[in-house]
């Protein structure tokens, strides 16, 4: 069984600044079956990324995925204030991290 | 625009059968290659995955759930179900549905989640 360990649980930053947010595998797995996800409180989930750095449909270019084997890592390159939500990651459609709650500092 | 909207009761009694709906718009649930599914998410854990149903009527289902839980289409409401019968306290928990393509891991839509208590 595959776990999925995020960090850090809680990241403080301004808007403007650049966010790094780490998953990393019990096992080493797939990129093509790695996805990412952003989650605003009383909303539906948003998918962000998957296959590990292909953005989906919407999704502004200040996302991105990157990573293979165990460690992956979604980067938000300049906050805007909307993007303050939490966010997991997937793998298989299955197994989920525990998320990263992203929040101004 | 894809949409999901979960519905049921929000309180449970412990032994009894919980049921929820998820009503989809835009997509049709008889055509197109898809699969729905549930997940739920307990109060300060990770989301955890219930089961998914193909367009093509088959099911896979969490293992440690399995002997429980059951996931069924009505294609004349556009609608699909959970059931999870025998629930306990540890099945308190905010309840999603979702979509995705057949074949690709991850989820394109979700709905917004329904909360459920179980508790006499």
Redesign the interface.
């Given at each position: 069984e595959i776990v999925l360990t995020q960090s850090p649980g809680t990241l403080s930053l301004s808007p403007g600044e650049r966010a790094t947010l780490s998953c990393r595998a019990s096992q080493s797995v797939s990129g093509?079956?790695l996805?990412w996800?952003q989650h605003k409180p009383?909303?539906?989930?948003?998918?962000l990324i998957?296959g590990a750095s292909s953005r989906?449909t919407g999704i502004p270019d200040r996302f991105s995925g990157s990573g293979s084997g165990t460690d992956f890592t979604l980067t938000i390159r300049r906050l805007e204030p909307e993007d303050f939500a939490v966010y997991?990651c997937?793998?298989?459609?299955?197994?989920?991290?525990?998320?990263t709650n992203l929040e101004i500092k | 625009q894809v949409q999901?909207q979960e519905s049921g009761p929000g309180l449970v009694k412990p032994s009894q059968t919980l049921s929820l709906t998820c009503t989809v718009s835009g997509v049709s649930l008889d055509t197109g290659n898809y699969y729905w599914?549930w997940i739920r998410q307990p109060a300060g854990?990770?989301?955890?995955?219930i089961g998914?149903l193909y367009t093509s009527g088959s099911t896979n289902y969490?293992p440690s759930l399995k002997s429980r839980v059951s996931i069924s289409v009505d294609t004349s409401k556009n609608q699909f179900s959970l059931r999870l019968s025998s629930v306990t306290a540890a099945d308190t928990a905010m309840y999603?549905c979702?979509m995705?393509v057949a074949g690709?891991?991850?989820?394109?839509?979700?709905?917004?989640?329904s909360q459920v208590t179980v508790s006499s």
């Open positions: 093509s079956n996805a996800y009383g909303q539906a989930p948003r998918l998957y989906a997991f997937q793998h298989y459609g299955t197994a989920f991290g525990q998320g | 999901l599914t854990k990770r989301l955890e995955w998914r969490n999603y979702a995705g690709f891991p991850y989820f394109d839509f979700w709905g917004q989640g």
